[in-house]
Structure formats: C-alpha cells, structure tokens
C-alpha cells in the first residue's frame, strides 16, 4: 500500500459502489479516529473532557446547520434561536415534569424541527440575502420570547434537576463524572448524527436539498417540490440544533438565554464556512477549531501572564479578535475551509511523487 | 396627549438617527451588494474616535469631530480595499459572513483600546432640555433630527448634481454599464464606504450623547438597521430615512403605551421586519426585482 493510497475509483460489486467509504486507507483513517475516540476518555482529565463534549455537541448543530447552509444553499442566521428552542424544550420538561433525558432530548429535537419548519416559511417566497435577514429577525424573536417569557411561564434562566440525567432508568452517576459520562452519550449522538447525514445525501431528499441550492429553477423543472423540501431543509436542520441544544441544557445542567442569541448563530456559521460549507466532516473539524481556538487562546495567555503582565485583562478581545480574523482570513485565502485544507494535503500525498 | 407627543417626539428623533445608519448601509448595498453587518461596530468607532480625540488629547471640539469622522473615513475605505475587495464575485454567503467577522474583530479591537466600561459623553454634547408642544425633549435629540435631515439633503444633492454621485448612482443602476463607460467602479466602491463610515461615526457621536457616555450598546444599534432598511427598501435612500423614521416611531409607540414588562420595543422592529418580508419584501419604496422563488 505505503503511498499508493489510490488512484482512481473502480467498482467491481455494487456494494462496494454504494459504501460510504469505500477505500482501505479511508476505512483505516475511520477505525483510527474512532479508537482514538475511545480511548481518550479514559486518559484524558476533566478540562479536556469538556473541551471534547463541547466539541461534539457543536459539531452535531454545525452539521445541522450545514444541511441548510452548505448543502440546501438557504442561509440562515437564527441558529442559535434554534438550539434555544431545544434547551428550553428539555429544560422545562425535566423541571416541570421531572422527565428523563433519554424522552426530553428526542422529544425536544422533534419539536425543534417543528418550530424550524415555521420559521422556514419565509423561505418559500424569499431567498439569498433577504432569507437570512428573515431569519435574523426569527431569531430576535425566539429570544425575546425567552427573555419575556413569563407569559409562557419561563424565567430567564433554567436549573435542570440532577435526576432527569438518567438513561433507560440507569443514573449517569453510574458512569463516572459528568464530564466522562457525558462524553459518551455526545459521542453516540454525534456519531448517529454523521451517519444519518452521510447517508442523507445520497436519498431522495438529499439530493433533492442540493438541487434546490445548485438551481432551484432547474430543481423544481425536474420535479422538486420547493416548498415541501425548503421546509424539510428547515426542519431537519432544527432537528440536529434542538439536540445539541437539548444536550447542552442536560450537560451543563443550568440554561440561559445568553447561551443563545445572535453571536451563537454567528459561532455556528463560522463554524461551517472555516470547516467547509456542504460537508460533514468539515462541520466537525470548524468546530473543533472554534472551541480549540479560544482554549488556546487562554492557555497561551496563562503561560505568558509572567512575561506579559495584564494579559489577562485582554484575553476576551484577543478571543474575540482570532474570532474574527480566523473568519476574515479563511474566506479570502481558503474560502472552502478546513475541508479542502485536508484534501489537498490527501492529494499530495496521493500523487506523489508525480504531483501534477 | 403630553405622552403622545413626548413618545412621539423621541420616536423622531431615534428614528433619524436610525435613519443616518441606514444610509450608509443602503450606499453600500446599492453600489456594491454588500450587505454590511459590521454598520455597529462603524458607529461604534465613530463614537470612540470622537471620544478619544476631544476627551483623551484635549482637542478643541470641532477640530476633534471632523478629525475622528476623517479617520471612520479612512476606516471605512480600508474595509473594503482590505477586506471586501478579494470577495467579488464570492457567493451571498461569504460577504455576508466577511462583514459578520470583520464587525467581531472591530469589536475586539474597540474593548482592547478604550475597555468595557462606559466612558462619559464629553462636555460639547448638550444636555439640557427644551419644551415643545408642552413635552420635554433634550436639546441632542432635536440635533439629532436636524443633522440627519441636513446630511440626507447633502447626500440628496451630491447624488443629484456631483460627479462623483452620478457615478455612483451608474454603477448601481448597472454595473457592466457603467464600467463600459469608463466610470471607476472600484472609487465608487471607495466612496460609498467612506460615506457609510462617516454617516455611522456622525450617528455615532449622536448616540453617545442620547446614551450619555460611550459602550459597547452603541453598537447593537446596528442590528436595528434591518428592519429600516427591509421596511423602506433595500436599494432605496428615501426609503432608509422613512423607514428610520417609521421604526423609531413604532418603537417608541410600542414601549410607551404596552405593559413595559413586555419589552415590547425591542422585538417590534423584528416582527414588522418578518411581514413586510413576507407580504412586500421589497419594502416600501426598493425596486421590484428581488430575488424570488
């Protein structure tokens, strides 16, 4: 094998022609990343164990945004009301009726996707530009919602009670910490999560998503239903933001609206333009890079507190500042992302040494 | 009666300065299809250079204010000559998401120089108050007023009568057109920045007066300039001043006269902004050639 990773696509069978990955070196790659997922765990403290739930619980709101961004071409900035709608969901079931994760956290995504679907509406007569200042304004509403919401019998800010984490009846105490618990239960959402949108592309409706975002005159000529599939688009998406919002509320056990106004829906789409619009893997590594970068940040700043005095005081702004260089940068020097990063260091090393 | 005028009055006077930010938001987008999200953080550079100018070097007043609207001047072309530039021709999505970076790490910039804590409006602003039609209203909301209506006259005028604004209005009636004659798209570009910048850093100085100090509210303001330019017309710079005006009336009708626990003055704007989208999304006076499905 050695660098020969492979140089052409040829099927024999069509199972090997409908596999998800149907090369050994990708396959490798897949039962590295996965062992490695389990065992870091077990070697890994507390800090780090945070820093990975969150990045898998962002990476499945990235994903589900990415459904709508990157595959359906609709651009929307209320993400971040969307998550909300999923924490408040499972919050306020697990706090008014005592009801456990394994039901609040379905039931809160199915909802979501709902409530996504509503919001979608303006899709259908709207598009470009004008559809995500909709959103914007779905998103400020979501919020105000929230923050008045005494009408609706919320407060402003939601205390889970520690026995509503609790799987199939087994308390999550049962496996450890909550960080080392957690991780598993993010885990397995991400991972069901990668699967169902991995293969979602390659039915129907995927494939009826990326027509709309390629040409959706031409989409809707061939039979596309726009506006069945824009709002599938919308509520699928909300699907996977009301369970990372969902997740977060369990996890951390107390929920805010701060959590969630318009710079978390920014986050998101930082998030996918930095990893790679229109796919999976690179809405795992933008959010990656969005929770490493201001961990390194700190950490940076920590180890120079001797040298720099007052460092500190600047951490924020010097986060907020990578923030928003890392954006301006990638879409001016690599506006495909991570992604394309990734694969063209795969192709050098594919082509090698006949790299042209 | 006192409480309506009182409402309204206020209402005029934040709507025009919602009206001057809208300006500058509307050149931008019609010259050039940008949309601006980072409109904020000019008003807030605007704010803090004129803060720091008169306050921190002691310049004369007036010296101070021209000199910090020329420096959100120069911001603002740098903006687009830096940063907007390399993106033509980049789908919707990725200038929209250019604008949204840059606006965070003008934010950042902002916090590290002058810090989270509010700073006091200088001296120059006025703080008293006059009495019109039996209602208080401050002296800085009537200046207000009269700056944005004397700036849109001016604007009015260089439209209508400068070379420069002719040929802005050539290159957003159609750009080919216009390159084909010879006009410099990419100085229009230059310009239309500059004009937002100064239009934002002249609301800016206004906003920190009605606020009474310099933060970093000033620049939530910016998200405000949706619905007013949603509302009068993207493409529209008539439509940006009534709209401002309309939405700052609506705003201040709404948390005047409902429940105030209900906070309704902030979240108006929004929903008015979803139906026009929804039944007239080219507002009250942009053209009729959205983008439809």
Redesign the interface.
């Known amino acids: 094998m050695g660098f020969a990773m492979q140089s052409g696509t040829f099927h024999t069978t069509y199972a090997s022609d409908v596999s998800l990955r149907p090369y050994w070196p990708q396959r490798i790659r897949i039962a590295l990343v996965l062992a490695l997922a389990l065992i870091f765990p077990w070697f890994a403290d507390r800090y780090w164990l945070n820093l990975a739930n969150t990045i898998a619980i962002f990476a499945i709101g990235a994903i589900g945004l990415n459904i709508l961004?990157g595959y359906t071409g609709l651009?929307s900035?209320g993400h971040g009301g969307f998550l909300a709608v999923g924490a408040y969901t499972a919050g306020l079931m697990a706090v008014h009726l005592g009801t456990p994760m394994w039901i609040t956290i379905p039931v809160a995504s199915f909802f979501t996707a709902a409530v996504g679907a509503f919001f979608g509406?303006?899709?259908?007569?709207?598009?470009?530009?004008?559809l995500?200042?909709?959103t914007?304004?779905?998103q400020?509403?979501i919020i105000?919602l929230l923050?008045?919401g005494?009408?609706l019998g919320i407060g402003e800010s939601l205390s889970l009670p520690r026995a509503s984490n609790n799987l199939f009846g087994l308390p999550m105490e049962w496996l450890g910490n909550n960080d080392f618990a957690f991780y598993w239960v993010c885990l397995v959402a991400l991972i069901l999560t990668v699967i169902f949108v991995s293969n979602l592309f390659r039915t129907r409706v995927g494939r009826a998503f990326v027509a709309i975002r390629d040409q959706?005159i031409a989409a809707q000529v061939i039979g596309v239903d726009?506006f069945r599939y824009k709002l599938l688009a919308f509520a699928t998406s909300s699907f996977f933001a009301g369970l990372a919002g969902a997740l977060t509320a369990h996890y951390r056990g107390v929920i805010s609206w701060e959590r969630f106004t318009?710079d978390t829906s920014?986050l998101f789409?930082?998030m996918i333009?930095i990893g790679g619009?229109g796919s999976v893997s690179g809405s795992i590594y933008g959010a990656a890079f969005m929770t490493l970068l201001p961990a390194l940040l700190s950490n940076l700043a920590r180890s120079l507190s001797d040298v720099v005095p007052n460092i500190n005081a600047?951490l924020?702004?010097?986060?907020?500042?990578a923030?928003?260089?890392?954006?301006?940068l990638f879409?001016?020097f690599e506006?495909e992302g991570i992604v394309k990063m990734w694969r063209n260091i795969k192709d050098y090393f594919r082509l090698w040494p006949f790299s042209y | 009666m006192d409480r309506f005028i009182q409402l309204a009055l206020s209402g005029i006077a934040n709507g025009a300065i919602l009206a001057l930010v809208a300006l500058g938001f509307v050149l931008i987008y019609k010259s050039s299809d940008v949309?601006n999200f980072a409109q904020g953080e000019l008003l807030l550079i605007g704010a803090y250079l004129t803060y720091a100018m008169v306050e921190q070097f002691g310049l004369w007043w007036p010296a101070g204010v021209v000199l910090a609207v020329a420096l959100a001047a120069v911001v603002g072309v740098l903006i687009e000559q830096l940063?907007l530039r390399?993106?033509i021709g980049?789908p919707?999505?990725?200038v929209?998401?250019?604008t949204?970076?840059?606006?965070?790490?003008?934010?950042?910039?902002v916090?590290?120089i002058w810090g989270v804590t509010p700073r006091p409006a200088p001296q120059f602003l006025p703080t008293d108050t006059v009495t019109i039609l039996g209602a208080n209203v401050g002296v800085d909301r009537i200046w207000a007023f009269v700056l944005a209506i004397t700036l849109f006259a001016i604007l009015t005028l260089f439209f209508r009568f400068s070379r420069e604004g002719i040929a802005m209005r050539a290159v957003a009636d159609d750009q080919q057109a216009a390159l084909s004659m010879g006009i410099s798209v990419k100085k229009v570009w230059a310009i239309a920045w500059a004009i937002a910048a100064i239009t934002a850093a002249v609301g800016g100085i206004l906003l920190m007066s009605i606020f009474g100090g310099v933060s970093g509210t000033i620049g939530r303001v910016g998200?405000l300039v949706?619905?007013v330019v949603?509302l009068g017309g993207?493409d529209s710079i008539p439509g940006a001043i009534i709209g401002g005006l309309i939405i700052g009336l609506l705003q201040s009708f709404a948390g005047g006269y409902l429940p105030p626990?209900?906070?309704m003055g902030?979240?108006v704007p929004?929903?008015i902004?979803?139906l026009i989208?929804?039944v007239r999304?080219y507002g009250l006076f942009g053209q009729r050639i959205?983008?439809?499905?």
């Open positions: 961004v651009i900035i509406l303006p899709s259908l007569r709207l598009k470009g530009l004008y995500a200042i909709a914007l304004a779905s400020e509403i105000w923050t008045h005494k009408l959706d726009l318009i920014i789409l930082a333009i619009l600047y924020p702004y010097m986060q907020q500042g923030f928003g260089l890392a954006i301006v879409l001016i506006p | 949309i940063v390399p993106l980049e919707a999505i990725s929209i998401m250019v949204i970076g840059l606006s965070s790490l003008l934010r950042a910039i916090g590290a998200l949706f619905p949603i993207l626990e209900w906070g902030e979240v929004f929903i902004l979803l989208l929804l999304p959205i983008e439809r499905v």
